[in-house]
Antibody, heavy 116, light 107 residues
């Protein structure tokens, strides 16, 4: 069965860095676009970034552009989100999800807390 | 950015009733519209994509309609497990954006 497991979240100081990972299993990872979506505590959903199957096409929402970098390793069935210059408003649960127009599978999320 | 506006913010209904949730886009998103359900402490769950196609395993009591700027999610015969927060999301123009959510609560 399809599984997505995020890791790497935690407490980090304002301006710090963190690398999130998403381990995929149960499907051919290299066949699918992958997506990062976040949700601040008690708030709605925000699409952060997506990456194409071969990493040739990548998009970021404006608020993270220049600070976050999405990547993937198809040989390791893994998706990554390198986050730097973290701000208080980056505090959120970060979810990885499979696909682009049909986000049918999500991980359980990893919590990132940014605090000075 | 395309702004997605959901109404109402909260909908109070009883089990067995029919729920109608609305989503309006600030500009046309064609049929590139999805609906998600989220329960506390859980990741969102895809219900509908392409405005009206039910995702795998989603019961027939969930139906989506609309195109352009006006969309509706209908849930017939509400069951206890349907009380949750519902989000619409457009994937026609980047950045893909979500509505602020409609909380469906038990009356």
């Amino acid at each position: 069965q399809v599984q997505l497991v995020e890791s790497g979240g935690g407490l980090v100081k304002t301006g710090g860095s963190l690398r999130l990972s998403c381990a995929a299993s149960g499907f051919t990872f290299s066949d699918y676009y992958m997506t990062w979506i976040r949700q601040a505590p008690g708030k709605g959903l925000e699409w952060v970034s997506y990456i194409s199957t071969t990493s040739g096409f990548i998009k970021y929402t404006d608020s993270v552009k220049g600070r976050f970098t999405v990547s993937r390793d198809n040989a390791k069935n893994s998706l990554y989100l390198q986050m730097s210059g973290l701000r208080d408003d980056d505090t959120a649960m970060y979810y990885c999800a499979r696909g682009l127009e049909q986000l049918g599978y999500w991980g359980r999320g990893t919590l990132v807390t940014v605090s000075s | 950015d395309i702004v997605m506006t959901q109404s109402p913010a909260t909908l109070s209904l009883s089990p067995g009733e029919r729920a109608t949730l609305s989503c309006r886009a600030s500009q046309s998103v064609s049929s590139k519209l999805a609906w998600f359900q989220q329960k506390p402490g859980q990741a969102p769950r895809l219900l509908i994509y392409a405005a009206s196609t039910r995702a795998t395993g989603i019961p027939a009591r969930f139906s989506g309609s609309g195109s352009g700027t006006e969309f509706t999610l209908a849930i017939s015969g509400l069951q206890s497990e349907d009380f949750a927060v519902y989000y619409c999301q457009q994937n026609n123009n980047w950045p893909y954006t979500f509505g602020q959510g409609t909380k469906l609560e038990i009356k």
